[in-house]
């Protein structure tokens, strides 16, 4: 069964914009946030606990990806392109002189 990982955000410890992820070269990534799973309890709390890793999409896609955070690395604004999301793609128009 696949199912669409759920996510908690969590923006003080995801502050970078973008990120990138060691095995996928050249792409930058969104953090979504911890990814989420429901135990015995969910159906009557309605909590979900994290799993420890970490729920992405690609910039310009929304198909959610899951990663250990030791695989993810913040990305400084003009390393990425916003428009493609390629790393060293300058045309998305920003100022990086
Ligand atoms: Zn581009």
């Not at 911890?34 to 992405?56: H, S």
């Amino acid at each position: 069964m696949s199912k669409r990982p759920n996510y908690e955000s969590d923006e003080k410890t995801f502050s970078a914009e973008a990120y990138k992820v060691e095995k996928y070269v050249g792409v930058a990534w969104y953090v979504l946030g911890w990814e989420t799973e429901p135990d015995e309890d969910t159906e009557w709390t309605g909590i979900e606990n994290r799993t420890g890793r970490v729920v992405m999409i690609m910039v310009g896609d929304d198909r959610r990806f899951v990663f250990e955070l030791d695989e993810v690395t913040a990305l400084a604004r003009e390393e990425y392109c916003s428009e493609c999301g390629q790393i060293g793609c300058t045309h998305d128009g920003l100022d990086r002189s």
